[in-house]
C-alpha cells in the first residue's frame, strides 16, 4: 500500500513538472499582457495606479468577498458553502476590472455627449480668425473632463513634435468615437486640400445630432427587450430561492450530489448564454 502511494506521488509530481512547467513561461506572458492591457486602460482614462496596487486590490477583494459569502452560506450544507465562497472569491478577484470596463464605458459615453457642443465651439473660434490648434485650446479651456483631457494629450502630443493629424487620429484611437473619426478625416482632408474648416464642422455637427435622436428613438423601442433579458436572466435564481424556502430538502440535492451539481452549472451556463442572447437581439446596429 505504502508503495502505491508513494507511486500515485511521483506520478503526480512528474505530471506536474510535465505540464506545469513547459505552461509556466506561456501563463507568466498571458498575466503580463493582462497587466499592461489594464495599465493601458487606467492611463487612457488619467487613473494613474500602479500595477502593484492593483494586484494587491484584486487579491483582497477575493478574500474579503469569498470570506463574506462564506458567512452568509455558512447554514447552508456542504459543499455549498465552499462553492459559494469560491464563486465569491472569484467575482472579487475580477471585480476592480469589471469596474474598470464599467468606467471605461461610462467615460466614452461622456465624451459622445460633449462632443457636439465642442465641435460648435470649434467651429466658432475657426469663424473669429482662430487656427485649428487655438480652437483645441480654447476647447481645452472651455469644457470639462473628459474632452478637455483627451484634447489637451493632442495638444501635448503636437508641441512635442507629434503631426496634429496624428495627434487627433491617436485621440480617436483612444476614444473610438465614430463621429469623432469622422471630424479627424473631414478636418485631415480639408487641411490637405483647403476648403472651410468651419463649415464641414458645422454639417458633422448637424449629422452627430440626427445620430443621436436616432439613438434615442432606438433605445426606447429596445427598452422593452433589454428589460426581458434582465427578467429571464433573473427569473431562475429567484424561483430556486423561493424553492429552497418552501422545500430545503429538494434544493440541497443541486449542490449536495453529482447530478444536482450538473445540472446546476448547466442551468447557470444556459441562463447566461440566454441573457447576452436576448440583449445581443436587442441589439439594434444602426
Known sequence: MLLILIMAFLAVVV??????????????????KRKQSVAKQLDSMFIFIPLEQLGTIKIIGAVVLGGVVFLLCFNMAE????????????????????????????????????????????????RSGFSLQQAIEMLVEETKPPISQE?????????????????????????????????????????????NVAEIFDRIVTMVRARKILEGKVGSLTAQGRL?????????????????????????????????????????????VGYFWVRKVADVKY
Open 79 to 126: 459543499p455549498a458553502p465552499y462553492i459559494c465562497a469560491g464563486a465569491g472569491a472569484l467575482f472579487g478577484f475580477y471585480a476592480p476590472e469589471m469596474l474598470i470596463a464599467y468606467l471605461k464605458k461610462k467615460r466614452r459615453k461622456q465624451f459622445a455627449e460633449q462632443l457636439t457642443d465642442g465641435l460648435v465651439l470649434m467651429a466658432n473660434g475657426l
Open 15 to 32: 505530471g506536474f513538472y510535465l505540464v506545469y512547467v513547459p505552461m509556466k513561461s506561456g501563463l507568466n506572458a498571458a498575466a503580463e
Open 228 to 272: 426581458q433579458a434582465l427578467v429571464v436572466g433573473l427569473l431562475p435564481y429567484v424561483f430556486g430561492i423561493m424553492l429552497y424556502k418552501i422545500q430545503p430538502s429538494l434544493m440541497r440535492l443541486m449542490w449536495t450530489t453529482i447530478p444536482g451539481f450538473f445540472a446546476l452549472v448547466l442551468v447557470i451556463v444556459l441562463d447566461v
Open 151 to 195: 484634447f489637451e494629450l493632442v495638444l501635448s502630443e503636437f508641441k512635442m513634435g507629434v503631426d496634429l493629424d496624428k495627434a487627433l487620429r491617436n485621440c480617436v484611437a483612444r476614444t473610438r468615437d465614430a463621429d469623432l473619426e469622422l471630424a479627424v478625416i473631414a478636418i485631415s482632408i480639408t487641411r490637405q486640400l483647403g476648403g
